[in-house]
Structure formats: C-alpha cells, structure tokens
C-alpha cells in the first residue's frame, strides 16, 4: 500500500471495481488500488492499454462509486456512509472540487457557441449571471481561447476544442483537475500546447493536477508518477521511476525518449546530468556545448 498522511487531499484506500458483462461474468478493472494525491501536486497515472487508468479518473469525482474500499476528497467519502453502494450526500461538492477532462473533447461539448458552452457548468452550480460572466471570461483566457469565445467549438482544431474543455472545466472553480488521457487524440503541437497550460495552473496558480496517459514524455512533467497494471499500483515514486527501463517495459511502457537519448549520449563519454523531459535534455546540451 502506499503511504498517505492524515490530511492527503485525494485518497483512494484498498479499492476494487468490476464490470459486469452479462449476468454471471464480470471483468475486474481495479483491484485493491491504493495511493493517494496532496494538495498542490502534479501526479502522472501511466499504465498499458487496459491497466485501470479510466476507471480511477470516473472513481476520483463519482462518477463510479467503489464496489469496496474507499475514495476521499478533501476528506469527503464519495460513498455513502448510511447506504450502501450508494452515492454520498457530499457528491455534488466533490464534484466541484474534481474536474475532469476526458479523451475526446468533442463528447464534452454542450453548446454551438463556446461562451455558452463554458457556461455551462456554472450555470448548473446556480451562479448568478454577472459572476458566470466573469467564470467564464477568466476560464477562456486563460486557456488563451478568450478571442474564439463568440464562434462555433465544433469549428476548433482539436487542439482548440480540448483547451475550451478545459475552460469549460476551470470555470467551476474545482481544486482538482483530472486528464483523462486528454492529449491522446492531438498530434504534437496540440499536445504540447495542453500540457503547457496544465503545467501553469499548477505551477502559477497552485491547482492539484492529475494526468492519467500512457505518454511517458508527458508523466516526465510530473512531480509523482504511479505506475498501474492490471488494476493495481505497483510502483510509485519521483521521476526517477521513470527510468526504471526493465520494469516498464514489461508492462508495455517505454522510458520518456529524453532519458532514452540522454543514456545513449552517457555511454558515449558526454556528462549529462539528470534529465526527464525534452526542455530539460536540450537546456543540458546547450550547456555543455
């Protein structure tokens, strides 16, 4: 099990969930997961194709509830203490405090003009309008799109639709914001453009991030990295998990390419020092030549 301290913001402690495939099969896509997020963290979930990482990012703010064990945000069960299996009377509020942004921005959509569409959480949290107006402007800006506000979302790039997305989410103010695998269907630039932004909300504004990928160059901007496979956390650490090349592999995970060239450029005889990223491999070659 990993360790949690007292007051950890997120916590998941021995949870198991199943789907049910029929009436007597099911298929177990978490078993006995536990680890735990603190306030202020940037956290990357990596696993293989099928490990659990979308069921976690539906657990984290009820949009399942855990056949046993238990999630907790900000100490707030999402799991009723007097029925069981049912929601909690707290889920509305751990809803406003987990955001989550899916794959497919598309799927998340409401509206054909997208101030209208960043409204709409904030409308259903029953805001008045003068404060929506400002949720929403703030929200747009910044994600950069604040000049986009009056046009079609169904018109965006993909790159685009995920940043208005991610407005839409930001403008219900929640403390914690969950990827799910939300870079997979942007090519390189819209992907970079995505992890840039998440990257400063943390960084600058102090909002709680977890990326959930199987994009190792993106787990590299994270501060803790848990790795999951087949349901279960079975490694969780810095950065330095990252470069544990053996155990990754044999859970169909590479090593972020920047450590894989900065090994290569090792064992040719250049003293490289530690680096993660591609920013952190090209600010050391640029210091060393």
Known sequence: MLKCT????????????????GSTSEVVAIKDLSFCVEKGEFVALVGHNGSGK??????????????????TVDGMN????????SASDNIFEIRKKVGVVFQNPDNQTVASIIEDDVAFGPENLGLEPKEIRRRVDEALKSVGMYEYRERDPFRLS?????RVAIAGILAIRPEVLVLDEATSMLDPKGKREIMD????????????????THFMDEAAMADKIIVLDDGEAILCGGKEVLTKGELLSGRGLDMPPAIRIADRLRK????????YTVRELTEELCRLL
Do not use: W
């Open 158 to 162: 993909g790159g685009q639709k995920q």
């Open 78 to 85: 999402t799991v009723s203490d007097n029925v069981g299996g």
């Open 197 to 212: 932004i998440v990257t400063r909300l943390n960084r600058e504004e102090g909002m709680t991030v977890i990326t959930i």
């Open 54 to 71: 979308s069921t976690v990012a539906k657990l984290l703010n009820g949009l399942l509830l855990p056949q046993s064990g238990t999630v």
């Open 6 to 21: 007292q007051m950890s913001f997120v916590e998941l402690k021995n949870v198991r969930y199943a789907y049910n495939r």
């Open 268 to 275: 040719g005889g250049m003293p490289i020092g530690d680096v």
